[in-house]
């Protein structure tokens, strides 16, 4: 996922406009780095920063994770 996204996702801000404005002035840190690139891609376990609120990227399970394919009888 990207940063930008990520943002939006969490709630953090409301429009992708207002994730650039916040990447690109500054306001965000990505594992205690300050990171200005929107579209960084992030990965789990990233600990993303914004102002005074850290939160942790998790990997959310994907629709194969949640019920397996062959989950069919054979009858």
């Known amino acids: 996922m990207k940063l930008d996204q990520f943002l939006k996702f969490q709630g953090l801000t409301l429009t992708g406009g207002q994730a650039k404005y916040l990447i690109q002035s500054g306001l965000v840190s990505v594992n205690g780095e300050i990171e200005t690139r929107r579209g960084r891609q992030l990965k789990p376990g990233d600990i993303v920063t914004v102002e005074d609120e850290s ?21």
Request: overall charge negative; hydrophobic content about 30%; charged content about 30%.
């Open 55 to 75: 939160l942790e990227v998790q990997l959310e399970p994907t629709l194969s994770q949640e019920s397996p394919a062959n989950d069919r009888d054979a009858s």
